[in-house]
């Protein structure tokens, strides 16, 4: 069976930094796509970022670049997002997500994990 | 507000038909074939339901499907079940420069 699994979500004053993991079984890891999407609370999805099977290539949204750094361990079949300079509008539910397994991103993220919660705020 | 534009709620009677749109511009779902659909229930993660415009994952039902014209895609749910009630998200590629946009979701109701 395919998990994911985030950790790494708590309660982080405005500026402040985390870390998210995300681990992973049932699939070969080093052969996917992956991606990171947030929800803030009531709200709708937004993609965050995402990276290539052997990280050599990443891509952020506009709002996060420069303070968030996704990265990959395959060794360890996990995922993480490096969360700098955190803003109140950051606060949310952040999933990890297993995109395509060719040259290019698929765009259709399956399966997600369960979620893991950041809040920012003093 | 978000990049591709859906009705905030719709809503069907069991056995019913509904369709959900989802309408963006040529620089996403009309510019490629990658629009996704999600179906995500109250405190739980999003589920893949379509990719590629109109493709069904392994395990999703036949009665979900969807397609696209010009800037507008649709998800069309028939015969309406009381599980099928939740929140459905569009989502599509928009370039190299923007990556992905997400539509703002859609509540649907089953009555």
């Known amino acids: 069976e395919v998990q994911l699994v985030e950790s790494g979500g708590g309660l982080v004053q405005p500026g402040g930094s985390l870390r998210l993991s995300c681990a992973t079984s049932?699939?070969?890891?080093?052969?996917?796509?992956m991606t990171w999407v947030r929800q803030a609370p009531g709200k709708g999805l937004e993609w965050v970022a995402n990276?290539?099977?052997?990280?050599?290539?990443?891509y952020y949204v506009d709002s996060v670049k420069g303070r968030f750094t996704i990265s990959r361990d395959n060794a360890k079949n996990s995922l993480y997002l490096r969360m700098n300079s955190l803003r109140a509008e950051d606060t949310g539910v952040y999933y990890c997500?297993?995109?395509?397994?060719?040259?290019?991103?698929?765009?259709?993220?399956?399966?997600w994990g369960q979620g893991t919660l950041v809040t920012v705020s003093s | 507000q978000s990049a591709l534009t859906q009705p905030r709620s719709v809503s069907g009677s069991p056995g019913q038909s509904v369709t959900i749109s989802c309408t963006g511009t040529?620089?996403?779902?009309?510019?490629?074939?990658?629009v996704s659909w999600y179906q995500q229930h109250p405190g739980k993660a999003p589920k893949l339901m379509i990719y590629d415009v109109s493709k069904r994952p392994s395990g999703v039902p036949d009665r979900f499907s969807a397609s696209k014209s010009g800037n507008t895609a649709s998800l069309t749910i028939s015969g309406l079940q009381a599980e099928d009630e939740a929140d459905y998200y569009c989502c599509s590629y928009a370039g190299r420069y923007t990556f992905v946009v997400f539509g703002g979701g859609t509540k649907l109701t089953v009555l």
């Open positions: 997500a297993r995109d395509g397994s060719g040259w290019y991103p698929r765009y259709g993220f399956d399966p």
């Open positions: 040529s620089s996403d779902v009309g510019g490629y074939n990658f």
């Open positions: 990276i290539k099977q052997d990280g050599s290539e990443k």
């Open positions: 049932g699939f070969t890891f080093s052969s996917y796509w």
